[in-house]
Each structure stands twice: as structure tokens, then as C-alpha cells.
């Protein structure tokens, strides 16, 4: 059964259930019962082309070749997800719950909109026992690479770390981790709150439209062309959700080492401590990691701990059907 909803891929992601465009459903609560050696690039703010990575040496440097996101069926992306959740109470930090998984993003079709052609990318968990995967639509021009943010998916919600699985395992963590039942109460809220915002998306706000930028109405602004260091972009219509390219950097993932812009993405609804960014190179998102936090109150507003949320997401392999592409992808480690 294919069924469509709205829903965001950063923000859920964000709160530790990462790239698979996770669901909002059964989020609500819990039942009781790198940096590299081309930081800067020329003068700052001075328009640069996105790097090819193009080996040099060992197949570890990277020469500049004019490059976009690579688009095209059958084009397939391999990660390591890795979700890492820590209650810090007061006598300190208690031992982390790590989840990992391979997470598989793939070009799988073409679909028609307007007046746009898109291509269909899946992303799913190969190895979570269950049939599941989301779908969205991706177009690029000139401008950029944009993303319709209303999907579909195909299985049970629940298949893999989706859904109320994640939301169980975390109450579960929270109930080994925090022993006296009322400072556990208040986690327990503090996770769930941190789970519902996640799952609300970015709602609209004040900010500048992003069909001046060259999105069409409904669309996210993922890429935004050209990239140089300072450059900025309201990624929704009528937003304050902004990513800006604060440097070029030789990334490190299990794949090897890739010379990609760092992306920050940044909205002043997102908590104080909450930061994101992305490393993006020719062949598309290569790293990715998220860092949030919240304050676990009891009944009377007291703080009696906090809960961390980190996310990363790294690069295990990829295969494009651009043959002489895919052999000049730098590894490394």
C-alpha cells in the first residue's frame, strides 16, 4: 500500500531518528505500562565551482571540475546511521544508547509535475527485518536542487527504526538510566517532547520566499547554485529555516576522504543548543550530523537533567550509473 504525507526530513532527523525521513507517527510518548586542508577557498565569499573529487595522489587529492548533485536513475547512496541518546542526571552522565543501521538512498524512477520532470528517490533500511521505505521527488537546474516535501511511502511505519519503535527503545533507555520513578517521569516527558517537536516540522513563518530563489511553491531549496563560502538560502517558502556555506573542508567517511562544502542550517525556532550541518560534495550529501538537547523538569519546574540527541550519518558507498564518475571517486582514509 502506498500512502502520501507531509512531513520533514532535517528537523525529524534531527531528534535522532535521522535520514529516513522518519514518521511522526506514534512520537507522541512513552507508556508506562572532520575538518580538512581546503577550509578556505580563494578570497571569502568569492563564487567557486562545486570540487569533483578527482584524485591526485593516492587517490586522496582532488582536482576542481564543474559538477551538480548527481541525478539519475539507478544512481545509489550508502550510509552508516548511527542515533546516540545520553541522559545526564545529577550524578552525571549515564552510559549512551547507540542505535546503528545501514540506511540506502536510490534514484529509482522519474515522475511528472507542472512543469517539472523529478526524479523518484527511495530511501529505506536494507537490514531493519521489515519492508519499508519513503519516497520523494527531486528536480535541479541551474539554480539548485529542490525537494518536494509531501511523499509517499511504502509498509508498515513502524518497519525499522521509524515510527514507535525508536520512541519505545528510548523509553526504555530512559527507564534503565534513571531509577528514582519521579525524576524518571520527567525525562520520560522531556524525550517525548523532544520527539513531538521533531515530528511537527518546520511550521511557516516570517522569512524570505523562496520562489524569488528559484523554488516552485511547495518545493525545498536543498542546494542552492552557485556555493562559495558565505552564501545563504531560505530553504521553504515564507520560512526562517536557513542553511549557509560556512567552509570547504576534506571530509573523512568510511568511504574515504572527499573534498565538500559545510553547510549550516540554522532557524530561530530551534532550541539554543541545537546545531546541524552537512558536508556536500559532486556526489551529492557525504556527511551529515545533528546535535539537539532538552531539559528534563519535574511537576513543579525544577530541572533535573538533560537529554542529548546526536545523529551522523556518513558515506559507505555509492555507485553512480556515470561509469567514468564513479571511477574517479577518491577514497581514502
Known amino acids: 500500500m502506498i500512502r ?21 507517527t506514534g512520537l507522541a510518548g512513552c507508556s508506562h505500562k572532520g575538518s580538512g586542508d581546503d577550509a578556505t577557498m580563494g578570497a571569502a565569499g568569492a563564487p567557486t565551482d562545486l570540487l569533483a573529487p578527482r584524485p591526485i595522489v593516492g587517490g586522496l587529492g582532488f582536482a576542481s571540475a564543474r559538477a551538480r548533485y548527481p541525478l539519475a536513475v ?36 522519474t515522475e511528472h509535475f507542472g512543469q517539472h520532470e523529478y526524479f523518484v528517490r527511495e530511501v529505506s533500511l536494507p537490514q531493519s527485518g521489515s519492508r519499508y521505505s519513503e519516497y520523494a521527488y527531486m528536480r535541479e537546474d541551474r539554480s539548485g536542487v529542490f525537494m518536494l516535501p509531501s511523499m509517499a511511502y511504502v509498509g508498515t511505519p513502524d518497519a525499522g527504526m521509524a515510527g514507535s519503535r525508536l520512541a519505545r527503545q528510548l523509553c526504555a533507555y530512559v527507564d534503565r538510566t534513571v531509577l528514582d520513578p519521579g525524576r524518571r517521569d520527567a525525562f520520560q516527558r522531556a524525550v517525548a517532547s523532544m520527539m513531538v517537536k ?27 547554485f552557485p556555493l562559495f563560502v558565505g552564501s545563504r538560502w531560505f530553504m521553504f517558502e515564507g520560512s526562517q529555516y536557513v542553511r549557509s556555506v560556512v567552509g570547504r573542508e576534506r571530509v573523512h567517511v568510511p568511504l574515504g576522504a572527499f573534498s565538500a562544502w559545510k553547510v549550516r542550517e540554522t532557524s530561530a525556532l530551534f532550541p539554543p543548543a541545537y546545531s546541524a550541518y552537512l558536508w556536500y560534495g559532486a556526489v551529492g550529501w557525504v556527511h551529515e550530523r ?32 556515470d561509469r567514468a564518475a564513479t571511477a574517479e571517486l577518491g577514497t581514502g582514509n
Not at 521533531?198 to 542552492?224: D, F, H, I, L, M
Not at 531539559?295 to 513543579?300: C, E, I, K, S, W
Open 4 to 24: 502520501y504525507r507531509s512531513y520533514d526530513l532535517r528537523l525529524v532527523y534531527a531528534a535522532g531518528v535521522a535520514l529516513l525521513l522518519i514518521l511522526p
Open 74 to 109: 539507478g544512481n545509489r547512496w550508502d550510509y552508516r546511521l548511527s542515533v546516540t541518546s545520553q541522559v545526564i542526571t545529577d550524578a552525571g552522565p549515564q552510559p549512551p544508547m547507540t542505535i546503528v543501521e545501514p540506511l540506502r538512498v536510490e534514484i529509482v524512477g
Open 198 to 224: 521533531a515530528a511537527a516540522g518546520r511550521p511557516s513563518v516570517s522569512g524570505e520566499s523562496a520562489k524569488a530563489q528559484g523554488a516552485e511553491p511547495g518545493e525545498r531549496t536543498e542546494v542552492r
Open 290 to 321: 545533528y546535535h539537539n538537547e532538552v531539559t528534563a523538569t519535574d511537576t513543579l519546574g525544577h530541572a533535573v537533567g538533560r537529554v542529548l540527541y546526536d545523529t551522523d550519518v556518513s558515506l559507505t558507498a555509492v555507485h553512480l550509473e
